[in-house]
């Protein structure tokens, strides 16, 4: 007997179907949309997304590899920097945990993408690179950056700027 994956996939895979074959709605739904990706830390993919038309409400983000869904999340954590640059309430980070079978040593390139009115909207900096055993093995490890283990740079921010 084959096993079929979980409900939520499904539909999600379903609901990809079905943007793919969409057009733009009129009146482009992702003017208001604002999001960042800070990075891929010990498996984890993280950043923030807002729509900015309507702050109050959560975004559900998605990580897609060679087309397929293999990680989703609703923007919903909170973030000390999104609340003090008046990013609405805070409450708009997201965790992407990667599976294991991407953690492979491969290299590999994960698209980040918020779903909006009907549309998939790729984040800024929303193509992350994997390098599976980089990711999995050297935690708080961020290619090019000095950012601590939580995915943030220090002092909370999205960017650190030098005094003097």
Do not use: Y
Request: some cysteine; hydrophobic content about 40%; proline content about 5%.
């Amino acid at each position: 007997m084959e096993s079929r994956p979980p409900l939520l996939i499904r539909r999600l895979r379903a609901l990809l179907r079905r943007l793919a074959r969409a057009r733009p709605p009129q009146g482009d739904r992702r003017a208001g949309i604002e999001g960042f990706v800070d990075g891929c830390v010990a498996g984890e993919i993280r950043g923030w997304a807002l729509d900015a038309d309507h702050p109050n409400r959560r975004m559900h983000v998605l990580a897609l590899s060679d087309g397929r869904v293999v990680a989703e999340a609703l923007a919903d954590l909170s973030r000390a920097d999104l609340m003090r640059h008046g990013r609405g309430d805070g409450r708009h980070a997201f965790r992407l945990r990667l599976p294991a079978a991407l953690l492979d040593g491969e290299r590999r390139t994960v698209e980040v993408q918020a779903i909006a009115g009907g549309t998939l909207v790729r984040l800024k900096r929303g193509e992350v690179v994997i390098e599976g055993a980089d990711a999995a093995a050297r935690p708080g490890a961020v290619a090019g950056s000095r950012r601590d283990a939580s995915g943030i740079w220090p002092g909370g921010g999205q960017t650190r700027r030098r005094k003097g």
